[in-house]
């Protein structure tokens, strides 16, 4: 056995490191040894059910994983969002109404997932049908905090090492602030990169599939696998092929052009999240970054609105019936959704949807000479507590462009909680954005490690 398959055998046998891995070190130790891929399913697994006491992460794990199949992502336990369709496992989305109710068949995601290797793990704790009602998962860095939402289980799951690989599904901000708050990379595609076919609508017009993982070259390799388009999802536009190789991963933009947006919202973000945020612009300029401070201030002025607008009234369609007919096992945050929802004219729909065009429009013209642009994820730590999953708004704009945006960890607040910056690119430029993030990645060289949670 060579120096490097020994080094990775020896990597396997040590249940703490291999549980901080990313998805291609582990593909690598896999390859050189076949045992530690079954060792691996099976000790995530356990490790799963110890933590699931405190963590509360999974709405239902099987009996047993095993690491079945053959593929690229051979070996790979995934966590599945629990509004995401698996035909083997309880699709609840979040809300007793749907308790137990298994599906007919996978979403295209899930399935495409089965054919490439990888073994469907578990599903993931949502908030009720992906909006403000939370569930019982706790920050995996201190269980008195919120682990965010609405992909709250696949967020924790990988922070706490179980998975190395989750799904979430983000409308406003439920992948890339989930992502900051526990510590992990956080990846929401340009929208349509990803069929959303058989994962529970929100909002049409601003539901994306995406990731958790810990390394950027993890969510680019899944990306470049799963990017693809459906005839049963309308929406759906992948993003030009590209391909990333296992061994070497991504290639990284050096010395990009960034465009540092701290948004009108700067203000009331906390002052370790500024001084962490402004300390990143300082070294990645000092490592050959050409980086301009850019104001966007119609989608300032406008982009929360025109959000909410879109997405109340998409949901009050797809909810209102359910809440008329489930009263007493809907919550208050989906009636109130859905009110606001039809309180919204038909003018004031198509205007707000009128509006998302043009700022994408605006927003691409204003940021053509760019790589990428450089803001907050969130306004600082999970907030303490559980029944808030945090604000959305730092995220919201992104999404309603549905461009790339993605959270990577850099560093802790006062509290000891993740704190993280989002990258974002251009509209199905996902492959420059995440090359941009992979630079950004090896210049600050931040690894938050697990929480003491996963280490006792």
């Given at each position: 056995?060579?120096p490097?398959?020994?080094?990775?055998?020896?990597?396997?046998n040590?249940?703490?490191?291999?549980?901080?891995?990313?998805?291609?070190?582990l593909?690598?130790?896999?390859?050189?040894?076949k045992?530690?891929a079954?060792k691996?399913?099976?000790?995530?697994?356990?490790?799963?059910?110890?933590?699931?006491?405190?963590?509360?992460?999974?709405e239902?794990?099987?009996?047993?994983?095993?690491?079945?199949?053959?593929g690229?992502?051979?070996?790979?336990?995934?966590?599945?969002?629990?509004?995401?369709?698996t035909?083997?496992m309880?699709?609840?989305?979040?809300?007793?109404?749907?308790?137990?109710?298994?599906?007919?068949?996978?979403?295209?995601?899930?399935?495409?997932l089965?054919?490439?290797?990888a073994?469907?793990?578990?599903?993931?704790?949502s908030?009720?049908?992906?909006?403000?009602?939370p569930?019982?998962?706790?920050?995996?860095?201190?269980?008195?905090?919120?682990?965010?939402?609405?992909?709250?289980?696949?967020?924790?799951?990988?922070?706490?090492?179980?998975?190395?690989?989750?799904?979430?599904?983000?409308?406003?901000?439920?992948?890339?602030?989930?992502?900051?708050?526990?510590?992990?990379?956080?990846?929401?595609?340009?929208?349509?990169?990803?069929?959303?076919?058989?994962v529970?609508?929100?909002?049409?017009?601003?539901?994306?599939?995406?990731?958790?993982?810990r390394?950027?070259?993890?969510?680019?390799?899944?990306?470049?696998?799963?990017?693809?388009?459906?005839?049963?999802?309308?929406?759906?536009?992948?993003?030009?092929?590209?391909?990333?190789?296992?061994?070497?991963?991504?290639?990284?933009?050096?010395?990009?052009?960034?465009?540092?947006?701290?948004?009108?919202?700067?203000?009331?973000?906390?002052?370790?999240?500024?001084?962490?945020?402004?300390?990143?612009v300082?070294?990645?300029?000092?490592?050959?970054?050409?980086?301009?401070?850019?104001?966007?201030?119609?989608?300032?002025?406008?982009?929360?609105?025109?959000?909410?607008?879109?997405?109340?009234?998409?949901?009050?369609?797809?909810?209102?019936?359910?809440?008329?007919?489930?009263?007493?096992?809907?919550?208050e945050?989906l009636?109130?959704?859905?009110?606001?929802?039809?309180?919204?004219?038909?003018?004031?729909?198509?205007?707000?949807?009128?509006?998302?065009?043009?700022?994408?429009?605006?927003?691409?013209?204003?940021?053509s000479?760019?790589?990428a642009?450089?803001?907050?994820?969130?306004?600082?730590?999970?907030?303490?507590?559980?029944?808030?999953?945090?604000d959305?708004?730092?995220?919201?704009?992104?999404?309603?462009?549905?461009?790339?945006?993605?959270?990577?960890?850099?560093?802790?607040?006062?509290?000891?909680?993740p704190?993280?910056?989002?990258?974002?690119?251009?509209?199905?430029e996902?492959?420059?954005?995440?090359?941009?993030?992979k630079w950004?990645?090896?210049?600050?060289?931040?690894?938050?490690?697990?929480?003491?949670?996963?280490?006792?």
């Amino acid at each position: 056995m060579s120096p490097q398959a020994s080094a990775s055998a020896a990597n396997a046998n040590n249940s703490e490191s291999i549980r901080e891995q990313g998805v291609l070190e582990l593909l690598n130790v896999f390859r050189n040894d076949k045992a530690a891929a079954e060792k691996f399913a099976a000790d995530s697994l356990i490790n799963a059910r110890v933590l699931e006491t405190t963590l509360k992460a999974f709405e239902y794990l099987p009996a047993e994983s095993h690491a079945s199949g053959h593929g690229p992502l051979s070996g790979i336990p995934v966590a599945i969002k629990d509004i995401v369709a698996t035909s083997d496992m309880p699709t609840t989305n979040g809300s007793p109404i749907y308790t137990g109710r298994v599906p007919d068949a996978d979403a295209w995601v899930v399935r495409r997932l089965r054919d490439l290797g990888a073994t469907i793990f578990g599903k993931t704790v949502s908030t009720e049908f992906a909006w403000r009602h939370p569930g019982p998962t706790v920050n995996p860095w201190n269980v008195k905090h919120t682990p965010g939402g609405s992909s709250s289980g696949s967020a924790a799951s990988v922070a706490a090492g179980i998975v190395p690989l989750a799904l979430g599904t983000q409308t406003l901000g439920s992948i890339v602030r989930p992502a900051a708050f526990n510590g992990v990379v956080g990846f929401k595609p340009s929208f349509g990169a990803i069929p959303r076919t058989g994962v529970h609508p929100l909002s049409p017009s601003l539901d994306h599939v995406g990731f958790f993982v810990r390394r950027i070259d993890d969510v680019a390799y899944a990306l470049s696998l799963l990017a693809a388009a459906s005839d049963a999802d309308s929406h759906g536009k992948p993003v030009p092929p590209f391909n990333v190789p296992p061994e070497t991963g991504l290639q990284p933009i050096k010395a990009p052009r960034i465009c540092v947006a701290r948004m009108a919202l700067w203000a009331r973000a906390e002052p370790e999240q500024q001084k962490l945020f402004n300390e990143a612009v300082a070294k990645l300029k000092s490592a050959g970054a050409a980086t301009e401070d850019v104001t966007f201030a119609d989608l300032d002025r406008h982009g929360w609105d025109t959000c909410v607008t879109i997405l109340s009234s998409e949901a009050a369609v797809i909810y209102s019936d359910l809440v008329e007919r489930h009263p007493d096992r809907t919550s208050e945050h989906l009636k109130t959704l859905v009110k606001t929802g039809k309180s919204h004219t038909a003018y004031d729909y198509l205007v707000a949807k009128h509006r998302q065009n043009t700022l994408r429009s605006s927003f691409e013209a204003q940021t053509s000479a760019f790589d990428a642009v450089l803001t907050l994820p969130a306004f600082g730590e999970a907030p303490e507590g559980l029944a808030y999953t945090g604000d959305a708004e730092y995220c919201a704009p992104w999404t309603l462009l549905g461009i790339p945006a993605i959270s990577i960890p850099a560093g802790f607040g006062k509290k000891g909680l993740p704190l993280g910056i989002q990258i974002v690119g251009q509209y199905r430029e996902d492959h420059r954005a995440l090359g941009v993030a992979k630079w950004i990645e090896s210049v600050l060289k931040f690894k938050p490690g697990l929480p003491a949670i996963a280490t006792r």
